[in-house]
């Protein structure tokens, strides 16, 4: 094979950008880029190593032979490599040989902006394009009022690798299984978004995707990158949205990875007190360095771009933010005020969700974030950082540990359950029932539940229940959706089988109307984000354990009338007060029998009273069934 000619992707305009941080491109320039020079065809390779003394692609190609293909440093100090090789193509395994300035060391790396690499345990990346025909152009047209904030968004999170498996084959499902399994099981079941666990290329199963080598790749477990582009548009094609977990916080230490790139601190921060997770045992990247978040930026873009995502949450962002996140004192260094906040993380993060809501304004960005940090999801030119929304992790935990308690106690415990509603409208909230509520002995959501059968399913019904009709957007993890009963194993499938049982079954149906009536009741979602969509009626029956309180949509009579009973003593003919004169009908109930309910404590039309209860001036007596939920609307008048 000829040696590397000189040849350049990049143009001065793009070095300038790149070095001050504002290229937010940089996947079409950098990485291996299949191309015809002086009609030749071959492939052109650039990579950022500014403090090597030589860089030679080795692979396949040149039977893995150092020097035999070195690539050609840039005049202008952009610490860029690059170079055409003829006769490379589509295909060629590879990675680049990178010889220190430093210390000589010379290491083997994979190419950072690779669209493809081998198969875990191997890890060469590989040449590759992935030319796609798109079918989803009604759904982009329209998406912006899927992904709007006033809209239904209730989201169904699945780990690729144990959401369903080829038991006779002992495999997983291929993106193109998927494009079919599970885009039909996740519109079957009314959810709106689907959200992927990283689907990035990563060398260890047991990290579940979180640390990340190949950040420009979806991983080669699951097929070919055009595959997972099928897949993406199955679920477009289908009115359901994608959101992908992306992971900016934090890269392992692999030898092929990103860590101690080109023989010097290149894309972490060099000191340890801001480069190095103890928690994870994994590198931070250099926030403060312009070619990094150029990198970062771009590959937020990436996903959104070449693979019509419509959303990233972005994990364990409470870790970038603060200096002393999982450190004790000493271990970590005041920024320049004196303060705990991680300043060059917040200006990367404001310039990232500008960057992404600049370009695709339709989309949505969603923090992980588990502290108290303000504005999180307020726009920048509020001093916010930007997000469109924000896990509201107190929430979650605080609700989990009422329901963990017997009936007879939660009457202690009303608060746990009444204090999300004072800081509810302080950010943009998704509610999250995520994969970190069932593994390191934490059981299933199922699992926690007292009480005896029939108990632990209605309590699961009634959380549930009270999810999706507490303000915010929803989030629910594979399994919890039919009741698993064990916790998540990453390495083995749902238990599926369990829907052949009555109490699963119900569940699951459960889920599937609780998400129907989400979506076609206004007052559910119109101000999920706005204290004018909620009202309690009485929070103060700790006697009782039983809560009440209104949704609010945009029109008056869309109002809906939600009443929780915490206990497994009926409450027949409880009065609750009411806002106006009418009719109420039952338009959900928690205790169906088609839910594994007893089915006993439905209500007929209620006409309402002028009878002055919880300081309003009409009231209406309810049947709210054993730890159970129900909802009522008025009666349109005709």
């Known amino acids: 094979m000829a040696e590397v000619i000189p040849y350049s992707l990049f143009t001065d305009f793009d070095i300038n950008l790149f070095k001050s941080g504002k290229h937010y491109r940089l996947y079409e320039k950098f990485g291996s880029h299949i191309t015809t020079v002086d009609g030749v065809e071959g492939v052109y390779f650039a990579v950022w190593a500014p403090s090597a003394k030589m860089v030679s692609v080795v692979g396949d190609f040149n039977f893995w032979s150092e020097g035999e293909h070195k690539l050609n440093v840039r005049w202008d100090s952009s610490g ?16 680049y040989k990178i010889e220190s300035n430093n210390n000589s060391i010379k290491t ?68 193109v299984e998927m494009a079919d399994e599970l885009v039909s099981y996740v519109k079957e079941m009314n959810f709106t978004h689907v959200e992927l666990m990283p689907v990035m290329e990563f060398p260890y199963d047991p990290s579940w995707g979180y640390q990340v080598t190949g950040y420009f790749a979806p991983t080669s477990r699951f097929g070919y990158p055009e595959e997972f582009k099928l897949l993406v548009d199955k679920l477009h094609q289908n009115d359901i949205g994608i959101i992908l977990d992306w992971v900016p916080s934090h890269f392992p230490e692999d030898a092929h990875g990103l860590g101690f790139f080109d023989g010097s601190a290149l894309y972490e921060h060099p000191d ?12 931070i990247f250099n926030y403060g360095r312009n070619e990094v978040k150029s990198f970062l930026i771009s590959n937020a873009i990436f996903w959104l771009d070449q693979y019509h995502a419509d959303g990233l949450r972005v994990d364990a962002v409470a870790s970038m933010l603060f200096l002393d996140y999982s450190r004790e004192d000493g271990e970590w260094e005041p920024n320049m005020y004196g303060g705990r906040e991680n300043l060059e993380a917040m200006a990367f ?67 746990d359950l009444t204090f999300s509603m004072t800081y509810a409208f302080t950010e943009n909230f998704m509610l999250p029932l995520s994969h970190d509520e069932v593994v390191y002995g934490k059981k299933s959501i199922l699992g926690r539940m007292p009480g005896d059968e029939w108990q632990r399913f209605a309590n699961l019904r009634l959380l549930y229940g009270y999810m999706f009709t507490h303000p915010g957007t929803n989030l629910l993890f594979q399994g919890a959706e039919f009741g698993q009963s064990g916790e998540w194993n990453f390495e083995t499938s749902l238990d599926w089988h369990l829907l052949e049982y009555a109490p699963h079954k119900g569940v699951q149906k459960f889920i599937k109307d609780l998400n129907a ?77 088609i839910y594994f309910g007893s ?40």
């Not at 860029?80 to 990675?95: C, L, M, N, R, S």
């Not at 340890?272 to 590198?283: A, C, F, Q, T, V």
């Open 108 to 175: 083997e790396k994979a190419d950072p902006y690779a669209r493809r690499y081998e198969h875990n345990p191997k890890t060469a990346s590989i040449v590759w394009d992935e030319p796609y025909k798109w079918k989803d152009s009604k759904w982009m047209k329209k998406r912006k009022q899927h992904n709007a904030l006033d809209a239904p968004y209730s989201v169904y999170e699945v780990h690729l690798g144990s959401w369903k498996k080829k038991v006779e084959e002992g495999r997983f499902l291929s993106y």
């Open 349 to 415: 993060l404001r310039e990232m969700n500008e960057a992404v809501y600049s370009s695709f304004p339709d989309v949505q960005t969603i923090a992980e974030e588990s502290t108290a940090f303000p504005m999180v999801s307020k726009p920048t030119f509020m001093g916010g950082l930007g997000f469109g929304m924000k896990w509201m992790m107190g929430w979650m935990h605080d609700t989990l540990q009422y329901f963990t308690k017997e009936p007879i106690y939660r009457q202690f415990h009303q608060n």
């Open 599 to 638: 089915g006993n404590y439905k209500n007929k039309v209620l006409t309402i009273k002028a009878e002055p209860w919880h300081f309003k001036n009409q009231s209406a007596d309810v049947n709210i069934p054993p730890l159970g939920l129900v909802i009522l609307k008025y009666v349109k008048k005709k």
């Open 80 to 95: 860029i490599w690059e170079g055409f090789i003829p006769g490379a193509g589509k295909g060629t395994k590879y990675k």
């Open 517 to 593: 009536l989400y979506k076609n009741q206004p007052a559910l979602h119109q101000k999920q984000f706005s204290a004018e969509g909620f009202e309690w009626i009485d929070y103060n029956d700790s006697e009782n354990s039983v809560f009440t309180y209104i949704r609010k949509g945009t029109n008056e009579e869309d109002d809906l009338i939600v009443a929780c009973n915490m206990t497994p003593i009926p409450k027949e003919s409880y009065k609750i007060g009411l806002p106006r004169k009418g009719k109420l009908k039952e338009v959900f109930n928690s205790d169906l029998e």
């Open 272 to 283: 340890p007190r801001k480069g190095y997770h103890n928690d994870w045992k994994s590198l």
